[in-house]
Structures are given as structure tokens and as C-alpha cells.
């Protein structure tokens, strides 16, 4: 199994709105797409580009099952993991692209 860096990510369309669970191996340029439209479907649909909550996981494998097990969460949950470390719904992109860690590592 390779170790690179994964990351499990929740989008939402604002607070306690739409919310778009996904995983990826490069978070910043997959926000980005969410900011600008360019994830067609239920993302771009619903506006899901606010970055409310993401996890580092070294391994693929267990980015995906994290992935499908938020997904399959009820949505009171997903809620309160948001807000366990981001209770004001902000937009991480920022700190993010500034090179802050407001993540968990799995």
C-alpha cells in the first residue's frame, strides 16, 4: 500500500446547508474546482464550495473508507462533526491555501 498524503473533505453550500462529502490527493486543487464551478453534478448544482471541514490519511484505502462511512452518517452527524472543530461553518480555504492546519490527521 503506497503512504502518500490523502485527504476526506466536507463542502457545504453554507452553514448547516448542502453538504458534499468527497476524498482526494491534492485538496487544494480539488477546492478550487468546487470554487469555480468545475465539479459537475451535485456539487455545482447545490453550491457546495465552502470548505467547512477536512482529515489528512496516509493511506488510500482508508481515505475511502472514511469517505463512505461519513457518507453513509445522518446528517445530524455530519453536522456535529463540522462543528466539533469549525463551529462557525468558516471557509478553511484561506488557511488552507496559507498553509494552515486546521485538519485532523486520522
Known sequence: MPDHSYWVYIVASGPCGWLYIGMTNDLVR????????????YSRER????????????????????EKRIKRWLRTW??????E??????????????????????
Do not use: C, M
Open 30 to 41: 480539488r477546492i478550487g474546482e468546487h470554487k469555480h464551478g468545475q465539479i459537475d453534478g
Open 47 to 66: 453550491g457546495t464550495d465552502r470548505l467547512v471541514w477536512y482529515e489528512h490519511h496516509r493511506y488510500v484505502d482508508q481515505a475511502i473508507l472514511r
Open 78 to 83: 455530519k453536522f456535529a462533526l463540522i462543528e
Open 85 to 106: 472543530s469549525n463551529p462557525h461553518w468558516a471557509d478553511l480555504y484561506g488557511d488552507l491555501l496559507a498553509g494552515g492546519s486546521a485538519a485532523r490527521s486520522a
